[in-house]
């Protein structure tokens, strides 16, 4: 069975950071290209970063370049998503999802962005 | 960046009628475009994509169709359990974007 757990939501200040993390098991994450996704409240979707499998292809969106970062531990199975420099626009939920074409997902954790 | 347009933004269906959901690329992603359902306080579940081939677990009613800049997810007889937000996204070039979604209403 598939299971992607994503952890390390919360509040957090402007200006701020938080380190969001995702545990996967019951596919070959070592050979998956991940994603992380947001949602704001009430909004669509918005694909946020992309590593490869061997990590040598790293894709951000423009309203994130610069201040987060994804990576990844395939010894551990384990995505993860930097995120500095936080905004209130950043607020949402973020998921962790496979691949390009985005066959799973986790429940997602939510980031909430606010004095 | 290529913009992706869905129509309409609601749709209201009665239980066994089809809907027809569109969606529109700003530029041609070819046939890399994917739709998404998204459930009332649930993560997204991948539905269709290729843009016509049904994830695992899809029933039959969902079919989808298209190339390049116009696609189409058609639902036959429409189920309670449908309702939901449907997305569509396009993976054929960065950055990743997704259409605004359409929701399925069932009246």
């Known amino acids: 069975e598939v299971q992607v757990v994503e952890s390390g939501g919360g509040l957090v200040r402007p200006g701020g950071s938080l380190r969001l993390s995702c545990a996967v098991s019951?596919?070959?994450?070592?050979?998956?290209?991940m994603s992380w996704v947001r949602q704001a409240p009430g909004k669509g979707l918005e694909w946020v970063a992309f590593?490869?499998?061997?990590?040598?292809?790293?894709y951000y969106a423009d309203s994130v370049k610069g201040r987060f970062t994804i990576s990844r531990d395939n010894a551990e199975n384990s995505l993860y998503l930097q995120m500095e420099s936080l905004r209130a626009e950043d607020t949402g939920v973020y998921y962790c999802?496979?691949?390009?074409?985005?066959?799973?997902w986790g429940r997602g954790t939510l980031v909430t962005v606010s004095s | 960046e290529i913009v992706m347009t869905q129509s309409p933004a609601t749709l209201s269906v009665s239980p066994g009628e089809g809907a027809t959901l569109s969606c529109r690329a700003s530029e041609t992603v070819t046939t890399n475009l994917a739709w998404y359902q998204q459930k009332p306080g649930q993560a997204p579940r991948l539905v269709i994509y290729g843009p016509s081939t049904r994830a695992t677990g899809i029933p039959a009613r969902f079919s989808g169709s298209g190339s390049g800049t116009e696609f189409t997810l058609t639902i036959t007889s429409v189920q309670s359990e449908d309702l939901a937000v449907y997305y569509c996204?396009?993976?054929?070039?960065?950055?990743?974007?997704f259409g605004g979604g359409t929701k399925v209403e069932i009246k």
């Open positions: 019951g596919f070959t994450f070592s050979s998956s290209d």
């Open positions: 996204q396009q993976y054929n070039s960065w950055p990743l974007t």
């Open positions: 590593i490869n499998s061997n990590k040598n292809n790293i």
């Open positions: 999802a496979r691949d390009v074409l985005f066959d799973f």
